[in-house]
């Protein structure tokens, strides 16, 4: 008997705007497909928070007991710098300006975001394909498309025919927009453009003498428009019809809603079964962008090196903040909002080591399974992480009553809820502990500490060739004694 037979798990699915039961297509598997990063540069934190959100729901469906396969995508060439059908290629446009090759942006920022979901404690989805390493692939979507007459050529390049879908398909059922408003909204611009329609988009384009980045094709020369991979990608591995595709909120249109016509206008149905979209992360109220330079890279977090915080903040405490919210709100990061993760993550961990301890008892006062099935509820309705949360500190409340002696635990319940709270925390969480490194600097620094003392000692003593070899051979191990107003500090470096 696995979890996910005894659990009943909705999922906000957002073609429907409802929660609906999550059932799979293949009892016991799920086929998920999430929009990876474009790799022209650092993740910022932005990024790291939709990535997240799906780590976290990939971490639930396994726990559940569900064989998950989780595509998540490497986007290192067509997504041109106005993410519409204008523009250089995003990464090509870096390579001209750093005066490198465009693989060699594609690997410096795809080890950068390896990097860092590594220090984030993600785990790594199953498969993670390029669209450099698809374009056969898409290709074959192309001949598709234009075969079933959804698409036309012109110039060397091929555009998707939005209207003609439009007849017998929906267009604008994900992000409920209506085709007629659109093109009514649209109307000027559409003369400028070799498109029939503003709202065409491109499958292939044309590449220019200038650009870089060009694979031959029936058509000439050039590289696949930006929704293309994604279809292509997610068809090859997951089927023509698979569980889960998820993304950033700001995908929805027109990146989804593109997947969605190209998949039914060359298979004839609807790809997905479950749309999920992770909200943003704000920064004083407003998106966190590259483009608009309101963001914070990560590896600023953690190191401290920023104006905007006061301090530096660990990957665990920056996730346990993430989790804190639920991932269709938006979540404003600010240092305030940091400090209070930082205690509320403390709080959970002490508790969590000091459960081992518990004395137990021959009577529970405290009901350790409704609270774990209160969790799996909470988990189940639509990934609520924040009432999970809630739930782990009620556990808390109680380990801690249970310590002073106000409350007891018989030894069942009490491995129960060491179980619990571990599969929550750390398992579906993904948050990280790191006991034993706190321990051990804070045994350096009671050693250290020690040997100022015994220094200062030995020069109120006079005894200074005692006390220079203590500093002298601290420093050759890289811990330097200061000498200040206050006494003497250390510094390891
Ligand atoms: P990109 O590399 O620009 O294609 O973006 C990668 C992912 O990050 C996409 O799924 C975006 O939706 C997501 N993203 C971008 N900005 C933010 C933000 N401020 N908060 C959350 N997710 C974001
Ligand atoms: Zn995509």
Not at 66 to 75: A, D, F, G, P
Not at 142 to 147: D, F, N, P, R, T
Not at 287 to 292: D, G, I, Q
Not at 453 to 471: P, Q, V, W, Y
Request: hydrophobic content about 35%; some cysteine; proline content about 4%.
């Amino acid at each position: 008997m696995q979890l996910y037979q005894e659990q009943t798990l909705k999922i906000t699915n957002s073609l429907s705007g409802k929660k609906e039961i999550f059932k799979p297509i293949n009892e016991g598997h799920v086929g998920m497909y999430v929009c990876g990063p474009t790799v022209y540069s650092n993740v910022h934190l932005g990024n790291c928070r939709t990535f997240m959100s799906f780590d976290m729901i990939f971490r639930y469906l396994r726990h559940l007991g569900y064989k998950v396969r989780y595509v998540r995508n490497i986007t290192d060439a067509g997504h041109l710098v106005d993410d519409a059908d204008e523009g250089e290629d995003k990464i090509a446009k870096k390579a001209r300006l750093e005066k490198i090759e465009p693989m060699e942006v594609v690997q410096r920022y795809t080890v950068d975001f390896h990097y860092i979901l590594d220090q984030f404690n993600f785990l790594p989805p199953s498969i993670e394909p390029t669209a450099t390493g698809h374009i056969i692939e898409q290709l074959e979507i192309i001949k598709e498309i234009l075969e079933k007459g959804y698409a036309y050529e012109i110039n060397g390049s091929v555009y998707f025919d939005v209207k003609k879908f439009n007849d017998t398909f929906e267009y604008g059922k994900l992000s409920g927009r209506k085709l007629e408003d659109m093109i009514a909204n649209t109307r000027e611009l559409a003369a400028q453009s070799e498109k029939k329609n503003p709202q065409d988009f491109a499958l292939w384009k044309k590449a220019e003498p200038q650009h870089i980045m060009r694979w031959p094709s029936p058509w000439g020369d050039g590289f696949p428009g930006w929704h293309l991979e994604c279809t292509a990608m997610s068809t090859k591995y997951l089927g023509e019809t698979f569980d889960i595709h998820g993304g950033g909120m700001d995908l929805k249109f027109p990146h989804h809603e593109c997947e969605i016509a190209q998949a039914e206008a060359s298979n004839g149905h609807s790809p997905v079964n479950y749309w999920l979209h992770a909200n943003m992360l704000t920064m004083n109220g407003k998106k966190m962008a590259k483009s608009t330079g309101n963001n914070i890279l990560p590896g600023e977090i953690f190191s401290g090196e920023n104006t905007i915080l006061s301090k530096p903040f660990s990957p665990s405490v920056v996730r346990f903040f993430m989790m804190q919210a639920h991932y269709t709100s938006i979540l404003d990061l600010s240092n305030d909002a940091l400090l209070a993760s930082e205690k509320g993550y403390h709080r959970l961990m002490d508790a969590f080591d000091n459960l081992k301890n518990l004395e137990t008892d021959t009577i529970s006062d405290f009901d350790v399974p409704g609270w774990r099935q209160k969790c799996y509820d909470a988990m189940n309705d639509d990934f609520n992480t924040p009432i999970l949360i809630a739930h782990l500190f009620e556990g808390v409340k109680h380990i801690n009553l249970i310590k002073e002696g106000k409350e007891k635990i018989t030894s069942t319940d009490k491995d129960l809820l060491q179980q619990t709270m571990s599969d929550f925390i750390f398992d579906v969480l993904g948050l990280e502990h790191k006991t034993e490194s706190n321990q051990d600097s804070n045994k350096l620094q009671g050693v250290v500490e020690l040997l100022i003392e015994l220094r200062n000692e030995a020069r109120s003593n006079r005894d200074f060739s005692t006390s220079d070899k203590i500093r002298d051979q601290l420093s050759a191990m890289g811990i330097q004694l200061k000498d200040g107003k206050e006494g003497t500090t250390f510094s390891v470096s």
